[in-house]
């Protein structure tokens, strides 16, 4: 099993920025990939980001994968050290509003429990 805990969500007004974390537990060996997912009201989860993982403890690289609608907007970041991914969220847009939510990629896929992200003047 493996445990992710998001944080970093909040009201923003448009042009802001936000950056959330997701901290990993439990069994994280098995995991080769995390990312972000988000789901506006009434429509499908879709992908924001993924990073590969794995590495040696203070590795922070990784390949990472964008949706087109955050690619020069977005970064996903990794630190193996604190098993945790960031996601910063520059010139945000109200077409952003979503609940973010972690996943943790390997056999299985682990979902955190997501966390509100608000663009709004």
């Known amino acids: 099993q493996v445990q992710l805990v998001e944080s970093g969500g909040g009201l923003v007004q448009p042009g802001e920025s936000l950056r959330l974390s997701c901290a990993a537990s439990?069994?994280?060996?098995?995991?080769?990939?995390m990312g972000w997912y988000r789901q506006a009201p009434g429509k499908q989860r879709e992908l924001v980001a993924t990073?590969?993982?794995?590495?040696?403890?203070?590795?922070?690289?990784?390949?990472?994968n964008y949706a087109d609608a955050v690619k020069g907007r977005f970064t996903i970041s990794r630190d193996n050290a604190k098993n945790t991914v960031y996601l910063q969220m520059n010139s945000l847009k109200p077409e952003d509003t979503a609940v973010y939510y972690c996943a943790a990629q390997g056999t299985l896929t682990y979902w955190g429990h997501g966390t509100q992200v608000t663009v709004s003047s």
């Open positions: 990073i590969t993982t794995g590495g040696y403890t203070n590795y922070t690289g990784g390949y990472t």
């Open positions: 439990g069994s994280i060996f098995a995991i080769n990939r």
